[in-house]
């Protein structure tokens, strides 16, 4: 029986089937990954003596499997190895090393996930399981975020019927409750890390291929010699961060600033013909230009990330998600961040500006009048603000799921359809004989599933907490104008989590279970967003709430009036997030409580093996020992002791001139007595 | 030789010298500290299995040892000491319990501190050898901070030279420094718990003997009954700090704000006769009432604390600091705020709301012209700032130091000598004959430096603490007034220190040698006083840096330019304080690392004793080792035992199609060269 097997796979692609050639193997590198854990103070309990001992008491989970036999593949040789990696030096060759679908599995699991309302603790058991930490983070996130999203549902919902929007009791619930939800998370982080044995895994993940070292030193830890890089050259290379997120901001900036303001030109001064055709025109210019912008720009952020040469993929990955962050950021938000902040109160001083863009539609107009704003009675368009948030609140999230789920099925079928067209055409032109040509029968059906998967993409756990992440952003930033932003998401996470389960089951690869102990740097982005969300919060609050007429050139509103409101706003927020960091710090997490617990019982275990039971229990608990009783007869030797040398220092002479606890009682009662005639009684003691 | 013995005190109090009956026991409870030390995670390595071993490596300090005997006389009886609580319960009679001071140590000490500039790493380890971690960590804070303030003072010494004051450079550069003053400390702290071995300390503190609980529970750690107060409750009774804040705000703010408005009626109003004896009117109403009030609202600020029920000492004084902190923070800064925020901007609108202390002066004054500002041509004060700070960095410090080290010292000999008079006098009248009368010849000497060491108070780290920050708060917040504040603060610091060594060693009783892992509530302090800068510096620097003309009422200030500056500077502040977290996380403690490295290596040693010294280091380092090396025979025997089992299941079949590494090759070369034809060659591998 071979442990590996060669197939033919699609568009001239080999397929190598691998298996651990022995059980054993496996089992001895589960051990040794399990003791390398405690090593590193990931485990807390010592693993036991005998490797089989252990493995039977904690059984190796498919996850874990899959983890160690791809690092088997990855890891370079002198780390034990194969040194395989996919795509780059020697192995360009390797597209990608995946493990195959259970199919069974997966079906009964999207099946499972799709007739329940909520999740537990043992389906993120069983997503931790079968797809690794890292994954079952995200899930357990999303949910986390689902049931509290129910909050501001209703709440906005009531809201939305009873006060409408701007209303300032809406902003404060919700900057609370993204206070209380950021918090809740960190702690509940913490906890679920703990439970899944995964705490401070982050501190000893995979090193990256791509590693490149100036020095070699000792490690201070394990002594042994480990390669580093000067982190004052990293420092250095990482504050070229900011430059880039200055440019990104301007280039994504004014771009999307300038087809704003060709929208609002074309919407509200222009009155020529084809107008609303040229209405298309920023889309269509958007269209265009975006996808190009921010492919460059990411493909920048990939060549800075790379330059501050990360030592980890952990450490890699979560410089990229920064990177991308500030992308994202400034793509999602910013368009109505201009609406609210540069349109609605500037907008009389803007668009008489706006006349450069008579250029674009000049071949078009019949006259200059049609080109220029009436001089007076210009009025800004109300429900500009509230459109956007239902677009970027609804629309969009809708569109993303489609393209998410959807897209990728329908696109997949027409792709094999054409492919099953060509092929046929070509087998009866008598041409190549195509992939299965070779296949027999009994494997026909197993090798095509193969070959579908091996054409699936891998699976990216930061593109979808990238998308929740920025769901979050415009719940904080910008729901207070459109209080329903709670329900829309509330619905839409329910089908999210479902619709990202069934895109791991059937539109990816077999994802790598890798580990992790928290969501990462989405946890900074979060924490980010919902402080930034006290600011613009308060801001629209202050310039919206208070005109009737909806169409309204604010009229009272001063600039430190608006400022005010939003100092006044962060500091508060400020102030309730340290309050309720204080309080949450209060509440023990079960998690660590019985990471502690274990530790103590093992230390315990350790003084019992070196004290006795019995004084390990009495050292513990503070008890007094029987050992530790002054007795009697050691008091009596030390005196006899005194006795037999003799009167020598003053020293002694002092504590021998009362003898006993009697005589210092009669003595101290004496005195006592003698100052009896003074009425102060104070008694010191001293040692 | 006893152990106990009695002689008269001064004030008809009696003195109990008291010594340990028998160093073995003494040892014993070294020992057992240790051990709970290290089962509660103080201390990292284990302690060896025999006693002896462990206190001949690990010496026991002076600190220890008077720690440990304090404990064993005032741990309650059932913790294993004889529960003596001074000043309460049945033990009121009792004074106070405290270690009589080692003279020939003090001397030395003091001489060596005041001969040198700084202290260095040894001075502090001495230092916590005989006060303990508690008074090392002031001194060592305090040197820390005598170091940094080195660079303010230079600073500010050419910024006062070259630029005068309200400087934006000085501003900026005196945050940057607060920042990274904070921030140090933050990790030096941490590294000194580590390198004293008391890291995590605090969790273990002892108990008050005033903690009421509600219902005793199992611990989840020890698994032992421990006596618990409800955290819900305290948190309900931790709310009553709101009212307490706001009240003490109100009552000490309006006394301030008071004597400030009568200060300026009476300088800058009033013009009949003795106005220059009136001038000193609020201070006499600050002297007469400020002490009565705050001792009012610290008593109600101990009173809540109690309230607050603390189950540790720890607990209960970091909350009690809190308290204080609101207090000195209003009556040492509001003066300052009052002035620079209400007094310059606003004078000219307030001068003449300020006739209602025409009432003082009636009686005073000769007619109502006296009494009223000129209407036009009033001018504000422009020194009085500059004057205010100068009077609060120099003088105050100075009376401070006077007050701290001077005062006591001659009030002492000032009393001593009262007393000798009087007992003379009493003496020879045939009265009482004084304490000295039963006085052996040969204890003399001694039994006055006893009753001396008796009469002293108790010494109290915190208030040296409390002294230092607030000095820290004048830097940070108003030294953009004076920039030679930093030049002030560096010499009076040089001299505190040898002040504070001078005070513990002649001016109290020896202290207790509590330990400590860190500075405590302070830090919060420090960081909050720091921040509050960059809100107080921009502001100073925007309301007065324009002004050339200095009795300026400010020309181009605007309410929205003066809250874009805070918020610019805050922000601004934030965010570079993020930055230089960052940043020195990366920089890894030197304690933080042995503390891992200790860690390591008992873990490698136990992993040593279980599977032997070959494999543990081999498991240590990530090596292949011999056991799993995949061998030839391994696999040989897989496949002989397939072949026993026959051709079973359709996988079995589809591994043995290609047998052995030379037949796969084959068939892969074979499909390889048949796709030639196409471009694309890509190999995929599965497993």
Sequence with gaps: MSNRVVRNGESCALLIFVKIASEKHLQAEVYRSRVQDWLYGVRT????????????????????????????????????????????????????????????????????????????ENDFKEIRDRFGEKIAFYFSFLQSYFLFLTFPAIFGFCCWVLLGKYSPAYAIVNGLWCIIFTEYWKKQETDLAVQWGVRGVS??????????????????????????????????????????????????????????????????????????????????????FMPTLTTMLTGFAT???????????????????????????????LPIFLTAFVYVPFAQLIVPHLHIFQLIVRPLAENDKQMTSPKVGFQINPDRLKKQVIYFTVTAQIVNLAMEVIVPYVTRKVFKKVKEVTAD?????????????????????????????????AYDVTTDFREMVVQFGYLSLFSVIWPLTGVSFLINNWIELRGDALKIAMETQRPVPWRADSIGPWLGSLSFLSWLGSLTSSALVYLFCRENAPAGTPGDITGWGLLLTILFSEHIYLAIQFGVQKALAKIDSPGLQKERADRYVV???????????????????????RGEAISKSTIEEAARESTLHGHGTPEKRFWERQQGKAETIIIGKGYISKAMSSDKKETKKEL
């Design 303 to 333: 060549k800075l990330t790379e330059l501050e040469n990360y030592q980890s993929t952990d450490a890699h990955e979560a410089a990229m998600v920064q990177k991308i962050f500030v992308l994202n950021f400034i793509s999602s938000y």
């Design 203 to 288: 501190k000893i993940q995979r090193h990256r291929a791509a590693f490149k070292y100036d020095r070699e030193v000792k490690d201070p830890v394990t002594g042994e010699q480990i390669k580093v890089f000067s982190p004052v050259k990293r420092l250095a290379r990482q504050l070229l961060q900011v430059p880039f997120a200055i440019a990104a901001s301007l280039a994504l900036g004014s771009l999307i600033a300038g087809c704003f303001a060709i929208e609002i030109f074309i919407s509200e001064v222009y009155s020529g013909p084809f107008k609303s055709y040229l209405a298309f025109l920023p889309t269509v210019i958007l269209t265009i």
């Design 603 to 625: 230390k315990k275990q350790y003084l019992a093996e070196i004290r006795g039971q019995e004084e390990a229990r009495a050292m513990a608990s503070g008890e007094v020992t």
């Design 425 to 457: 055409r070509a087998a009866r032109r008598g041409g190549g004989l195509g992939p299965t040509a070779d296949d027999h029968p009994e494997e026909a059906d197993f090798l095509e599933r193969v070959r579908n998967q091996a054409d699936l993409c």
């Design 45 to 120: 309990n010592a693993p036991q003596r005998d490797m089989e001992t252990n493995l039977d008491r904690e059984p190796v989970t498919e996850a874990e499997r899959l983890r160690l036999i791809y690092l088997l593949m990855t890891k370079s040789s002198h780390e034990g190895g194969a040194g395989i990696t996919p795509k780059s030096g020697e192995w360009k060759n390797v597209e990608s090393i995946f493990a195959l679908h259970d199919q069974k599995f997966n079906k009964a699991w999207v099946a499972q996930l799709t007739s329940k309302y909520f999740l537990g």
